[in-house]
């Protein structure tokens, strides 16, 4: 055999290896900057706990605006990522425009966007949902942020860049063998369960809820303690009656021994619907016995009204036309909305909240992380009480002189090692599990009890994002159930909420002006460069060979 058919057979047999070696071996490299296509330890984590098929279903496909192409590109990609790492994970892009009743049913409501194509405005409807199936397990979110930003770019933006999180956090959440449980506090006059719906049903997909109540510390605190000691968080939503000695030592060595606690409290005794009702009340201190408790851990809820000039609205009767009464939607200077902390994963991209009669929050110096959640404006009011508040002082001429005390704190982060209340104190009873200080720990001190509350329509709850006689929206529901999840996350999923990604759009309006000069660019240029090309080859090689 010469050489230059071994030549050719060893050529053949590299062409065939090579082949089978690209079928078997699957390799990517992330060549972006900010390495978008780079899953995290996070992710990795949690779907190599995926042992069995787990289908994803995307409903990006059709016919949809050129721009959500991006979005459906980006979520192609990404999943191609986690199949590539778990080959129990099955992609699957849907057409909704056939099956949209079905989809609403599940609850995937379809998107109104405004779309401009080629300097025209057009209104489109697409469904920006995933759905995941894991087992008897099913799962669905919105590819689209919820939160109010200032273009469809930006939510574009957004919604890129908490890819990584929707998916992996939906995994997680259909995945996951024992759900975390959460109790919520009763017996102190707190919520009823038809006010906190909204965004309890939310936290009951994820988690297991159980109500909890302390009146049986009085017979048998210890046993009160143990059992509370089993849940994992603590939600106390707006409690209107005082707490005992023995029920502040339960809640304080439940934090003690790494209880996680959400506080939404109103230390002002001041009410919406009462107001609506008499128009005139009387607004004064409530005294919940909290103070010493919340001191300890290093803040106090102050028994001041925070007026605010950046605030929601409230509709108000201005008159009559026939038999119909007339409202218009005013600011209600007492209802906050309060700013968020883009620095903060929890509140990263959420909507201002709105908040109801809130009282400021002072932080106190000690060994406590303290991170801002929700702040005022700048243009603020305290107001002292008691105080009487009519609600004709909504058409009072506002004066921002009236308007200096700054920004004034609503909620706050504290995360650390707490130390107990009752560290060289007089304990009201004795425990086999009282600690003095806790391991690190968190929680989240609110100062308004109505953050969590949602309205009533027809008797039954509305959506907290939403208000229903002025139909704004607000971040309240979102920003409680990402609390939520920080207190409890132990998989770093809510860092991946920080993500942030360089993605660059096309500048529709400048496209459009300059469309003819583009056009000309990339059609007509290059035919005639390849024209001149020709012109001067054929020149040269008749002069060289004439």
Do not use: C
């Amino acid at each position: 055999m010469n050489k230059k058919v071994k030549s050719i057979i060893l050529l053949i047999i590299a062409i065939i290896v090579f082949n089978y070696a690209s079928q078997s071996v699957y390799k990517r490299f992330d060549l972006t900057s900010d390495k978008r296509y780079t899953l995290s330890k996070t992710t990795l984590d949690i779907i190599s706990k995926v042992n069995k098929t787990l289908f994803i279903n995307v409903y990006l496909e059709g016919d949809f605006p050129s721009e959500f192409k991006r979005l459906q590109i980006e979520t192609q990609q990404y999943l191609e990522e986690l199949a590539s790492e778990n080959s129990n994970i099955i992609i699957n892009f849907e057409n909704p425009d056939n099956q949209r009743e079905a989809l609403i049913k599940k609850g995937m409501m379809p998107s109104q966007l405004t779309v401009e194509e080629e300097g025209k405005m057009t209104e489109a409807i697409i469904f920006p949902w995933a759905e995941i199936n894991y087992g008897k397990k099913t799962s669905i979110f919105s590819l689209l942020p919820n939160a109010m930003l200032a273009s469809q770019k930006e939510q574009l933006q957004k919604a890129i860049e908490n890819l990584e999180y929707s998916f992996s956090n939906a995994i997680n959440t259909v995945n996951i063998d024992i759900q975390k449980k959460v109790a919520i506090l009763i017996g102190n006059g707190e919520l009823q369960d038809m006010y906190q719906y909204s965004y309890l049903s939310e936290v009951a997909k994820k988690y297991r809820l159980a109500k909890f109540t302390l009146d049986s510390v009085t017979k048998n605190p210890q046993q009160t303690l143990s059992d509370l000691l089993n849940l994992d968080l603590a939600v106390i939503a707006k409690p209107t009656e005082k707490f005992s000695e023995k029920e502040k030592l339960v809640l304080d060595q439940f934090i003690a021994n790494g209880g996680k606690t959400l506080w939404m409290l109103d230390m002002v005794q001041a009410d919406q619907d009462s107001l609506a009702t008499n128009n005139k009340m009387l607004a004064y201190p409530r005294d919940l016995n909290l103070t010493d408790l919340l001191f300890s851990y290093g803040v106090r809820i102050n028994s001041t009204l925070i007026k605010d000039l950046y605030a929601a609205e409230i509709p108000v009767a201005t008159g009559q036309v026939g038999n119909q009464t007339q409202f218009k939607n005013l600011d209600w200077l007492y209802h906050p909305l309060a700013g968020t902390n883009p620095n903060n994963v929890i509140t990263k991209n959420v909507t201002p909240v709105r908040l109801q009669f809130a009282n400021q929050i002072d932080t106190l110096k000690n060994n406590i992380k303290k991170t801002p959640l929700l702040v005022s404006s700048v243009f603020t009011q305290k107001v002292g009480t008691p105080v009487f508040i009519e609600l004709q002082s909504i058409a009072e001429e506002v004066l921002e002189t009236d308007y200096k005390s700054g920004n004034q704190l609503f909620a706050v982060l504290l995360e650390g090692q707490f130390t107990s209340a009752y560290k060289n104190r007089v304990k009201p009873f004795t425990s086999k599990f009282y600690k003095e200080q806790s391991a690190p720990n968190k929680m989240v001190v609110i100062a308004d009890g109505d953050v969590g509350k949602n309205q009533l329509l027809k008797g039954k709850p509305y959506d907290l994002a939403r208000d229903k006689w002025t139909n704004q929206q607000f971040g309240n529901k979102d920003f409680l159930l990402n609390t939520i999840d920080y207190l409890l996350d132990d998989t770093g999923l809510m860092q991946l909420r920080n993500k942030s990604l360089k993605i660059r759009m096309l500048d529709k309006q400048k496209a459009f002006k300059e469309r003819t000069y583009w056009q000309f660019l990339n059609v007509i240029s290059p035919l005639l460069l390849l024209f001149g090309f020709g012109f001067v080859f054929n020149f040269l090689r008749r002069r060289t060979y004439s």
